[in-house]
């Protein structure tokens, strides 16, 4: 009899631990759906967004940042740095703030952008500031950075990044 016991225990503990198995799964999965899509990753498509046009340049630098983020204020000098002429690359900032506020920031922090836009939250696919991405001419996202951190720590991987693209500069 306590074979029998055990023997059905034994069975009922294995499809609890598997039913518990699949509910995680499954709740994994309905929370990342939605999360909604990830960042932007190299290979991925860049949203249109009226007033950028990545054929424009054979490089395109988007820079997604908050006049109010301490970790955008953080990365500024190197964005700035990065944002430079001579380029061979646009440079665009994209925002979710009101464009005042945006094109103020950018203007604070030097950073000499060829637009400044500003877009609805969800428009795009970054979730927090500062981002970085390096579009081809195609819109293509072909690297992408994360962070004040990753971003100042980048700073020649970015330019480099930008200019493999080619293209005449940008004056």
Same mark, same amino acid.
């Given at each position: &009899?306590?074979? #029998?016991?055990?023997?059905?225990?034994?069975?009922?503990?294995?499809?609890? /631990?598997?039913? /518990?198995?699949?509910?995680?799964?499954?709740?994994?999965?309905?929370?990342?759906? #939605? *999360? %909604?899509?990830?960042?932007?990753?190299? %290979?991925?498509?860049?949203? /249109?967004?009226? %007033?950028?046009?990545?054929? =424009?340049?054979?490089?395109?630098? @988007? &820079?997604? &940042?908050?006049?109010?983020?301490?970790?955008? *204020?953080?990365?500024?000098?190197?964005?700035? =740095?990065?944002? $430079? /002429?001579? =380029?061979?690359?646009?440079?665009?900032?994209? %925002?979710?703030?009101?464009?005042?506020?945006? *094109? $103020?920031? @950018? $203007?604070?922090?030097?950073?000499?952008?060829?637009?400044?836009? +500003?877009?609805?939250?969800?428009?795009?696919?970054?979730?927090?500031?500062?981002?970085?991405?390096?579009?081809?001419? *195609?819109?293509?996202?072909?690297?992408?950075?994360?962070?004040?951190?990753?971003?100042?720590?980048?700073?020649?991987?970015? =330019?480099?990044?930008?200019? +493999? #693209?080619?293209?005449?500069?940008?004056?």
């Amino acid at each position: &009899m306590q074979g #029998l016991i055990a023997s059905r225990l034994d069975r009922v503990l294995t499809y609890s /631990a598997a039913a /518990a198995v699949a509910s995680a799964t499954v709740a994994a999965l309905l929370a990342a759906s #939605l *999360r %909604g899509p990830a960042d932007y990753q190299p %290979g991925d498509k860049f949203a /249109a967004v009226s %007033g950028f046009d990545p054929t =424009r340049s054979s490089a395109t630098i @988007v &820079m997604f &940042m908050d006049s109010s983020c301490s970790h955008c *204020r953080e990365s500024a000098p190197v964005l700035s =740095r990065i944002a $430079q /002429a001579p =380029r061979t690359f646009q440079v665009i900032v994209i %925002g979710y703030e009101d464009l005042d506020s945006l *094109r $103020q920031f @950018v $203007q604070t922090s030097a950073i000499v952008a060829d637009a400044v836009i +500003t877009v609805p939250e969800g428009a795009i696919r970054f979730s927090a500031f500062p981002k970085l991405a390096v579009l081809d001419r *195609r819109g293509v996202v072909r690297f992408a950075w994360s962070g004040s951190r990753q971003i100042t720590g980048s700073e020649a991987n970015i =330019r480099a990044a930008a200019h +493999t #693209l080619g293209g005449p500069e940008i004056p």
